[in-house]
């Protein structure tokens, strides 16, 4: 480039010339070309070939751009340019077609068809993975392609972040998607069953368990003696439980077996992964409510070893991970939800106490109470869903009832007492339980979810506490509430039962495409400011204009 002189009055407008240059082609390896082209052909053709070839006129002289801009004129057609990009720039629909973002351009493998639910399956999860990894060839000729900034998501198979899920995902089940965010998996279908079908359901299981709990003890309780219920109810209760329990066990092993990332992703989930610790709770609890025509006199110790031994693997590795302070420590990840994985200590208390070993129910209640009291104060202090709650979704906030209720009660199985502490855990729960049941805006409004069979299990607990509690100070106020919780549980119990049937196989929406498990690793679209580069280059361009516009100033009074 050329620059114009300066002078006093050139520094209003500050002129360059810009030159347009162009590489010149050399026609030598042409001519090579030709000549090896004409060696190769054939003599039948070579009249054809030989034909007086015409010279190609020499390229027209170059127009040299020599046109002088404004500095400023420059920058705003670089702005213009900037929003002429910002409109253009490809907006990520939200359709799940692309498979969170990998169209045809910068895909690597994944194919773009219509319902391709292949990348959660099982064997093929890691074959195609193997097979679509790019090779080093391919990573050094478009490096673009791996960058994180193009939008392409790392393997699906590798495990979502805690905060990922927080960030994408709203509502205490964190089952809903934020709208700015984009999933694997296409909306707009119908998604396979097992998909579909999350681990929460195992929530029906252990309101009904509870259920045949709750029902045994009214028919063989001195306070509810005068009520006459026949143990039939317990029996029908227990067998309705222990069927849906071996139903919903079955189509979830068929789960892992054929869509095994689905349930890696529920584990990872810092929701569901409570809800991993229900089977085993369930167990115990049709242990616990095994009918008197049916149960011996004593169980069998191997019964609690069988169950609360794949409880406390789990439960090592999830405490594990709330003390290590790390991605999932507790204050992260802590949610209503949460509290499935203290009660099982408490129920696993009270089954070690019945089948006769004291000194393991008074290890796990210690174990239990530890963890629920840090569990609670976390809770209390803030929940990790800081916008508003959706209403149909408040039930799970019952959870906070069922840990200290079964608290209670194991520590009155363990010392044969309702004593002091047995009475404070007690109370505990009956004011947390009042405290939701007086907010009745909780309740309007809703639409039926599976979420609501979470309130049927601490409903219960505090229902057996309660009884419990009447046949230690028995009166008539005691037994009145005793009898108004057990009521309003089985009630809250049947409406649900009745809906679920009808949800599952009347209106066929009872369970819609599970959203959650289909998010992406990373956010694919990220928001930048507008102009920013623009914008800076044109401040800088007036700062140095400003500057040499001072410098030239000064010049001139020094010559003058």
Same mark, same amino acid.
């Given at each position: 480039?050329?620059?114009?002189?300066?002078?006093?009055?050139?520094?209003?407008?500050?002129?360059?010339? @810009?030159?347009?240059?162009?590489?010149?082609?050399?026609?030598?390896?042409?001519?090579?070309?030709?000549?090896?082209?004409?060696?190769?052909?054939?003599?039948?053709?070579?009249?054809?070939?030989? #034909?007086?070839?015409?010279?190609?006129?020499?390229?027209?002289?170059?127009? =040299?751009?020599?046109?002088?801009?404004?500095?400023?004129?420059?920058?705003?057609? $670089?702005?213009?340019?900037?929003?002429?990009?910002?409109?253009?720039?490809?907006? $990520?629909? #939200?359709? =799940? #077609?692309?498979?969170?973002?990998?169209?045809?351009?910068?895909? @690597?493998?994944?194919?773009?068809?219509?319902?391709?639910?292949?990348?959660?399956?099982?064997?093929?999860?890691?074959?195609?993975? %193997?097979?679509?990894?790019?090779?080093?060839?391919?990573?050094?000729?478009?490096?673009?392609?791996?960058?994180?900034?193009?939008?392409?998501?790392?393997?699906?198979?590798?495990?979502?972040?805690?905060?990922?899920?927080?960030?994408?995902?709203?509502?205490?089940?964190?089952?809903? +998607?934020?709208?700015?965010?984009?999933?694997?998996?296409?909306?707009?279908?119908?998604?396979?069953?097992?998909?579909?079908?999350?681990?929460?359901?195992? =929530?029906?299981?252990?309101?009904?368990?509870?259920?045949?709990?709750?029902?045994?003890?009214?028919?063989?309780?001195?306070?509810?003696?005068?009520?006459? @219920?026949?143990?039939?109810?317990?029996?029908?209760?227990?067998?309705?439980?222990?069927?849906?329990?071996?139903?919903?066990?079955?189509?979830?092993?068929?789960?892992?077996?054929?869509?095994?990332?689905?349930?890696?992703?529920?584990? *990872?989930?810092?929701? #569901?992964?409570?809800?991993?610790?229900?089977?085993?709770?369930?167990?115990?609890?049709?242990?616990?409510?095994?009918?008197?025509?049916?149960?011996?006199?004593?169980?069998?110790?191997?019964?609690?070893?069988?169950?609360?031994?794949?409880? *406390? !693997?789990?439960?090592?590795?999830?405490?594990?991970?709330? $003390?290590?302070?790390?991605?999932?420590?507790?204050?992260?990840?802590?949610?209503?939800?949460?509290?499935?994985?203290?009660?099982?200590?408490?129920?696993?208390?009270? $089954?070690?106490?019945? +089948? =006769?070993? %004291?000194?393991?129910?008074?290890?796990?209640?210690?174990?239990?109470?530890?963890?629920?009291?840090?569990?609670?104060?976390?809770?209390?202090?803030?929940?990790?869903?800081?916008?508003?709650?959706?209403?149909?979704?408040?039930?799970?906030?019952?959870? *906070?009832?069922?840990?200290?209720?079964?608290?209670?009660?194991?520590?009155?199985?363990?010392?044969?007492?309702?004593?002091?502490?047995?009475?404070?855990?007690?109370? /505990?729960?009956?004011?947390?339980?009042?405290?939701?049941?007086?907010? /009745?805006?909780?309740?309007?409004?809703?639409?039926?979810?599976?979420?609501?069979?979470?309130?049927?299990?601490?409903?219960?607990?505090?229902?057996?506490?309660?009884?419990?509690?009447?046949?230690?100070?028995?009166? +008539?106020?005691?037994?009145?509430?005793?009898?108004?919780?057990?009521?309003?549980?089985?009630?809250? !119990?049947? !409406?649900?039962?009745?809906?679920?049937?009808?949800?599952?196989?009347?209106?066929?929406?009872?369970?819609?495409?599970?959203?959650?498990?289909?998010?992406?690793?990373?956010?694919?679209?990220?928001?930048?400011?507008?102009?920013?580069?623009?914008?800076?280059?044109?401040?800088?361009?007036?700062?140095?204009?400003?500057?040499?516009?001072?410098?030239?100033?000064?010049?001139?009074?020094?010559?003058?």
């Amino acid at each position: 480039m050329e620059r114009t002189a300066t002078s006093p009055t050139s520094l209003e407008t500050h002129f360059v010339d @810009i030159h347009e240059v162009l590489l010149e082609e050399e026609d030598d390896d042409d001519d090579e070309e030709k000549k090896g082209t004409n060696r190769r052909v054939d003599k039948a053709d070579h009249k054809r070939l030989n #034909r007086p070839i015409k010279v190609r006129d020499p390229k027209r002289p170059h127009r =040299g751009l020599n046109r002088q801009v404004s500095l400023e004129t420059g920058f705003s057609v $670089l702005l213009n340019r900037e929003s002429k990009a910002k409109e253009e720039k490809r907006v $990520l629909s #939200r359709s =799940g #077609r692309s498979f969170g973002g990998f169209d045809s351009a910068n895909r @690597i493998g994944f194919e773009g068809r219509k319902g391709d639910f292949s990348i959660f399956k099982t064997k093929a999860t890691l074959s195609k993975q %193997n097979s679509l990894l790019p090779s080093r060839k391919e990573r050094e000729v478009e490096p673009q392609r791996t960058d994180p900034s193009s939008g392409l998501d790392e393997s699906v198979n590798q495990s979502v972040p805690a905060g990922r899920y927080f960030a994408a995902l709203r509502g205490p089940e964190l089952d809903q +998607v934020k709208e700015d965010e984009d999933i694997l998996l296409p909306k707009d279908e119908k998604w396979p069953f097992l998909l579909r079908f999350p681990i929460g359901c195992f =929530g029906i299981c252990l309101g009904l368990s509870s259920q045949a709990v709750l029902w045994r003890a009214l028919a063989t309780s001195p306070a509810t003696k005068f009520l006459h @219920i026949t143990p039939l109810i317990n029996l029908g209760l227990w067998l309705l439980a222990l069927a849906v329990l071996i139903s919903v066990s079955f189509t979830y092993i068929l789960k892992c077996i054929f869509y095994f990332e689905a349930v890696r992703r529920e584990y *990872f989930h810092p929701v #569901r992964v409570n809800f991993f610790f229900a089977p085993w709770v369930v167990c115990m609890f049709l242990a616990l409510g095994l009918p008197p025509m049916l149960a011996p006199k004593t169980l069998h110790p191997a019964i609690w070893c069988i169950f609360m031994a794949p409880y *406390f !693997v789990l439960e090592l590795k999830i405490y594990g991970q709330w $003390l290590s302070g790390g991605k999932r420590r507790l204050c992260k990840v802590a949610n209503p939800s949460s509290h499935l994985s203290v009660v099982g200590n408490f129920v696993g208390a009270i $089954l070690a106490s019945k +089948v =006769g070993w %004291n000194e393991a129910a008074k290890f796990l209640w210690a174990v239990g109470f530890a963890h629920y009291l840090v569990l609670f104060v976390t809770l209390y202090q803030r929940l990790p869903t800081s916008e508003a709650l959706p209403k149909e979704l408040h039930p799970v906030y019952s959870m *906070f009832i069922a840990a200290p209720s079964a608290a209670s009660l194991a520590w009155q199985t363990i010392y044969q007492e309702f004593d002091g502490l047995s009475r404070t855990c007690y109370f /505990i729960a009956l004011f947390l339980y009042v405290s939701l049941v007086v907010r /009745i805006n909780f309740f309007t409004g809703f639409k039926f979810s599976v979420a609501w069979w979470s309130y049927t299990f601490p409903m219960t607990t505090a229902s057996v506490a309660t009884i419990k509690y009447a046949e230690e100070v028995p009166s +008539v106020l005691s037994k009145g509430l005793a009898l108004t919780l057990s009521f309003m549980s089985s009630a809250m !119990v049947c !409406v649900l039962f009745i809906s679920t049937l009808l949800h599952a196989f009347v209106w066929h929406t009872l369970f819609p495409n599970d959203y959650a498990i289909a998010i992406t690793k990373r956010r694919l679209v990220k928001e930048k400011k507008p102009f920013k580069k623009a914008y800076d280059i044109k401040r800088w361009t007036k700062q140095a204009l400003t500057t040499k516009h001072n410098s030239v100033n000064k010049d001139s009074e020094k010559m003058g």
